[in-house]
Structure formats: structure tokens, C-alpha cells
């Protein structure tokens, strides 16, 4: 009999559940979709902070500079004659000066003679050095021309060549070693004018554009901190000068210039030249509000506020000196810009342009 118990088969049962005893959830109640209508309210781009900040960042990156063309124009043709007149004259009074020595006593006039050809041998030094300064910036915008023609024609020839210019202008900078061995180990495999071009930015100027970046933001700080304690206007003015020089020629020195007097005077015309083009030199104090935020920016103090806004100058000044003293547009790389300082510079800003990325 247990047997007969143990294998007794048995039919499925059914049961049935009322649908009074089911569980309640939350929103589960069964409704036609509904209407908002007129309930939701869509906040005008012009209104939004988060998109107006990031608009007001964006605004305050200047676009590529380049160099300005170099023409013959009355002013340097008045500049030169005057040159060489100041330059007549002085020899005149130093001839004037080793004759009178000579006729007081012959060891004057000797000593005189001397000084006069220690003198100008060491000034011809300096006008070699200002030369060759000169022609070496040259030589690297014309390098950069050539790049840029290379990359759009598609010049594999050219693009070799161009290549093998820019690792002989970068072969005594340490920072380019593994890069430029990396183009050895793959000479030869890369036929695409293009893919060669961005293989080369990639590798020889990315610990550059690292090293021109970190350049930028010392130097940005620096002005940032100082004008924001200094007591006077001409104290600030001064020391903006002093330190956009200074980073200016670091820059050229990174990128494998060496430009002497005339060529960072050259190089600093350059850059406030574009920046006066572009519009970009002025910072208004609604746009730094924008940036910084609407409720912080009304709680900074004033002296702080000219802080940020001469730190700001002085990193769009660094990213336009980086565009002149680059030996190769930005192609493979991406170009810095004032986000990339912001956060550093003004730290109350780092939240909005979080939420304005999003």
C-alpha cells in the first residue's frame, strides 16, 4: 500500500486568487497618459547659467594666431634711416674722441683704439646673434608652412622631408629623444603624408605642448597672485609686461627658437598684434562673472577680480605665443585653451563648468 501511495499520481490543482488580495504597489493603478501642457516651463539657452558659462568660456579662446606679414613701409624706412644716421654720428664723435687721446698722448689714444675694437667686435657678436635669431623664427614658420602643404596635398615626399627638418631643429632638446627615436624605429612604414604628420606631432611635440601648458599656468599664477596684492596700477602694468616677456621666450626656447632683443620683440608684436585683431585683449567684468559664477563673483573682492582677470590675459597671451612658436599646427593634438586654465585660476568656477560639460 505505500507503495501504491509513493507512485500515485495526482492531477494539477488550479487555484484562484481574488484580485482583492493582490499586493498595492505605488503608481501602479492603470491611466491614459496625460498631458503636461503648460506645467513644464523650458529655461531659455540665453537664461541658463550653466550653458552661459560655458559660452563665456569658449568666448575667451582666441583664435589661432599667426604671423603677421612682413612688408616694406615708410615707418621702417624712416626707422632705418634714422638708424643709420644715430650710427654716423656716433662713429664720428668716436673718431673725434681717439684723435683728441692721440694728440693729449700716444698711450690714450692706443688705449682708446682698444676699447673701440673690443667694443665693436663684441657688438658684432650681438648683431650675428640677433640675426641668426631672426632667421631661425623664420625658419620655423616656413617649416610650419610647409607642414601644413604637405598634410593637405597629401606630399609624401614633402611631408618627409619636412619631418626630417623638424626632428634636426628639436635634436638637442632631451624631451624629444624618445620620440625621435620612435621615428627612426618606424622610418620606412608609414606612406600617408597625413598619418606621418600626426605620427610625428604625436610623438616629438607632446611632452612640448605639456611643458608649454605647465609654462603657461606658472606664469598665469604668478600674475594672478601679484597683481592681486600689488598696491598700484603701474606696478601691475609692469610686471604683466615682464612676465608675458618671459614666458614668451620660454616658449621660443621649448619650440627650438632662440630669439635674441629683436626676435622677442618681434614675437611679443606679434602676439598683441592678433590679440588686438581679435578683440581679445579686454576682459569685461559681466563676462568674468559669467566664468566665475554669478553668486561668487559678487563676493570677490576687487582686487582679487583684476587678479583673475590679468591671469586670464596673461594665459590667452601664453596659448598665442604657443601658436607662433609651434613648429607644426595643431592637427593630431588638441589646442589648449582658457578651460583648460580656468580651474586653476579661478577655482569657484570648476563646479559650473562641470555641470555646463553635462
Not at 684723435?99 to 648683431?127: E, P, Q, S
Not at 627612426?184 to 611632452?207: K, M, S
Not at 605647465?214 to 600689488?230: D, F, G, M, N
Not at 603701474?234 to 609686461?241: K, P, Q
Request: glycine share 8%.
Amino acid at each position: 500500500m505505500n507503495d501504491d501511495f509513493k507512485y500515485r499520481r495526482r492531477r494539477p490543482a488550479a487555484f484562484s486568487v481574488e484580485h482583492d488580495e493582490r499586493p498595492e504597489r505605488v503608481g501602479s493603478s492603470q491611466r491614459g497618459p496625460a498631458s503636461f501642457g503648460d506645467q513644464v516651463i523650458m529655461t531659455p539657452d540665453a537664461e541658463d547659467p550653466f550653458i552661459a558659462t560655458t559660452a563665456a568660456v569658449d568666448a575667451l579662446n582666441p583664435p589661432e594666431a599667426k604671423p603677421g606679414r612682413r612688408r616694406l613701409s615708410f615707418g621702417k624706412i624712416a626707422f632705418g634711416a634714422a638708424a643709420i644716421l644715430f650710427s654716423l654720428a656716433v662713429g664720428v664723435w668716436i673718431d673725434r674722441l681717439v684723435r683728441d687721446l692721440f694728440a693729449r698722448t700716444d698711450w690714450l689714444g692706443y688705449a682708446a683704439m682698444t676699447v673701440v675694437a673690443v667694443g665693436a667686435l663684441a657688438f658684432l657678436v650681438v648683431i650675428v646673434r640677433e640675426l641668426a635669431g631672426m632667421m631661425q623664427l623664420t625658419a620655423i614658420q616656413r617649416l610650419k608652412t610647409d607642414i601644413a602643404q604637405a598634410a593637405e596635398q597629401g606630399n609624401s615626399k614633402v611631408a618627409r622631408g619636412a619631418i626630417s627638418r623638424l626632428v634636426h631643429l628639436l635634436a638637442a632638446n632631451p624631451r624629444t629623444a624618445r620620440g625621435r627615436t620612435r621615428l627612426a624605429e618606424t622610418e620606412g612604414e608609414i606612406i600617408d603624408a597625413p598619418h606621418l604628420i600626426e605620427l610625428a606631432e604625436r610623438e616629438l611635440l607632446a611632452p612640448l605642448d605639456r611643458d608649454a601648458r605647465r609654462v603657461i599656468l606658472a606664469a598665469s599664477k604668478r600674475v594672478s597672485i601679484v597683481t592681486a596684492v600689488s598696491p598700484r596700477a603701474l606696478v601691475d602694468l609692469g610686471y604683466v609686461l615682464y612676465e608675458s616677456a618671459r614666458m614668451i621666450r620660454a616658449m621660443a626656447e621649448l619650440y627650438g627658437g632662440r630669439p635674441g632683443t629683436l626676435g622677442l620683440l618681434r614675437l611679443m608684436r606679434d602676439v598683441i598684434a592678433h590679440l588686438a585683431v581679435t578683440g581679445s585683449i579686454a576682459v569685461g567684468d559681466s563676462l568674468i562673472q559669467q566664468v566665475v559664477g554669478h553668486g561668487l563673483a559678487s563676493k570677490l573682492s576687487a582686487r582679487l577680480g583684476e587678479g583673475v582677470v590679468n591671469g586670464l590675459m596673461t594665459a590667452r597671451i601664453g596659448i598665442a605665443a604657443m601658436d607662433l612658436c609651434r613648429p607644426m599646427p595643431f592637427r593630431a593634438l588638441k589646442r589648449p585653451g582658457i578651460g583648460d586654465f580656468l580651474a586653476d585660476l579661478a577655482p569657484g568656477s570648476a563646479r559650473l563648468e562641470t555641470s555646463g560639460d553635462r
